[in-house]
């Protein structure tokens, strides 16, 4: 049984880490704009969405190891049993990688000639960069082993020190690389599998010397009896893993090849943007599951109902008012960060309807996070199904009549009526008379107090925020956001105890 890393230590350092490559992104993604170009740019936003639905491939395995590991520090000697685990897990995702890079390559000629709406860019070119974009996530989905377990080890110090060095070193080479040796998407790309290459190789380095030291040789034999034990769990997992890609990324992938290039580079911004947002809440949430887990495995009921009490409330005083604000402001905040007036004013709608639906989103992935650590998934595989069925013809209908902008209200929609329904089912089955207090005490209060913040300064402020340079704009924004923020924490009581210094109650 392994000691217990700090939660708060770990929060900080998920939220410093996530910070940086969030900043890497809002810093850089124009930039690379600029040299590439908008066609240029949507082959980068292709690859994104490319690499999410190979993600499919995984079937549940990454979790399954999360959660393994998470048991194994709950238990004596569990890491044995875990060790083989982990080494069953590394042949099967070698031998996908492998395979992922080879299936690519041979499909690259044919995406490229009759896929993409290319007008400028080589169909040659075009035929490479995807080619290179097949090995490159075979590299990343190798390397998501290491950090799967590392996660679960809760040692997110050393992972988020690894994930910083590894965004700055692709983010300032690939400048470097289009701005000295050659702006062009093939030289973008050549760089990035570099990287690729060595990205495993660290973290599987890092990953064995967390580990306790055990005298068992584990060699390459197959921990069949171990897997098939975590098979169930694995095997729902993956299920609603293929749901949720499926209802998440279907309009990233229909738009790809409905949408000219062009403007697929722009709705790649607003991807991107929506993306950088929602990271906000991983550091949280990557140090709240593994402790959630290792508390139910220990028992310890009460202190875990507190831990994810205390989590949303700290999620919704961040994530309320930041999505609030990109909601409202998307305009002017695409604007400063892009330049590009154009793609702002096409995006600035479409983005709206996504922040609001990432909103409810936010919280109902909680119910997740509870099924996780007690290991039933019954309701998440129910509610998973519905969504899939009603959500997946509603998508493809909207993305073929009404394009980007059809896809954005029917997700926000989806997600707004998954809110309402699934967290009372899942907390009144796993944690009963935890959901009442949870909504009433811990969400409405800081949704409350954000709403009324943000709309006093939409009304103080909104129409003089485009006349500004895009550096005030995004002082000025910055300056809402915190007023906002201060808002939320005003509803939270969790944040009040910490400023009059008192117990919490555990009602």
Request: net charge positive; glycine share 8%.
């Amino acid at each position: 049984m392994t000691h217990s890393p700090s939660v708060r230590l770990n929060a900080l350092a998920n939220v410093l880490g996530q910070g940086v490559s969030t900043l890497v992104g809002i810093v850089f993604v124009p930039v690379y704009l600029q040299y590439l170009g908008a066609e240029a740019y949507g082959l980068v936003g292709f690859f994104v969405v490319l690499q999410l639905w190979l993600g499919l491939l995984d079937v549940g395995l990454s979790p399954m190891l999360n959660r393994e590991v998470a048991r194994a520090r709950a238990l004596p000697a569990g890491f044995d049993d875990f060790r083989r685990v982990l080494r069953s897990v590394e042949l099967i995702f070698a031998g996908i990688a492998l395979a992922t890079g080879l299936a690519i390559t041979l499909a690259s000629p044919l995406l490229a000639a009759h896929w993409f709406k290319v007008q400028a860019l080589d169909p040659a070119q075009v035929s490479q960069c995807v080619m290179l974009m097949g090995w490159m996530i075979g590299l990343r989905f190798f390397a998501s082993i290491y950090r799967t377990a590392l996660n679960g080890m809760e040692a997110q110090v050393s992972l988020n020190a690894i994930n910083t060095v590894l965004a700055l070193a692709k983010a300032l080479g690939s400048l470097a690389v289009l701005v000295f040796v050659s702006p062009t998407p093939l030289a973008f790309f050549l760089f990035q599998l570099v990287l690729g290459v060595l990205e495993p190789l660290i973290l599987a380095r890092r990953c064995y010397r967390v580990f306790p030291p055990t005298a068992t040789r584990i060699g390459l034999a197959f921990a069949r009896q171990e897997l098939r034990a975590a098979l169930p769990f694995g095997l729902g997992v993956a299920y609603t893993s293929v749901l949720w890609m499926l209802l998440s990324q279907l309009d990233r992938l229909l738009l790809s090849g409905l949408l000219p290039l062009a403007q697929y580079g722009y709705f790649s911004l607003v991807t991107a943007l929506s993306g950088a947002v929602m990271l906000a809440a991983s550091p949280i949430s990557n140090a709240l599951i593994p402790r959630l887990t290792y508390l139910h495995s220990r028992g310890e009921t009460e202190q875990l109902r507190r831990l994810f009490r205390h989590a949303t409330q700290l999620t919704a005083v961040v994530m309320i008012p930041l999505t609030g604000m990109v909601a409202v402001f998307g305009r002017e905040l695409m604007y400063a960060w892009t330049g590009d007036l154009a793609a702002a004013t096409w995006a600035a709608s479409i983005l709206c309807w996504y922040m609001v639906g990432n909103t409810f989103l936010t919280f109902t992935s909680y119910q997740y996070y509870l099924q996780y650590a007690y290991g039933d998934l019954a309701l998440n595989i129910r509610v998973s199904t519905l969504q899939a069925v009603i959500g997946t013809p509603l998508i493809v209908l909207a993305a073929y009549r009404f394009g980007a902008m059809g896809t954005a209200v029917v997700w926000c929609v989806l997600q707004a009526l998954t809110f309402i329904s699934y967290p009372p089912l899942v907390q009144r089955r796993l944690t009963p008379g935890l959901y009442r207090p949870w909504l009433q005490r811990d969400l409405l209060p800081v949704a409350v107090g954000a709403a009324l913040m943000l709309a006093l300064v939409v009304v103080l402020s909104r129409d003089a925020v485009m006349q500004l340079n895009r550096v005030e704009i995004f002082l000025a924004l910055g300056a809402m956001g915190l007023c906002v923020m201060a808002g939320a924490a005003a509803g939270s009581s969790l944040l009040r105890s910490y400023l009059v210094r008192k117990p919490l109650p555990h009602a």
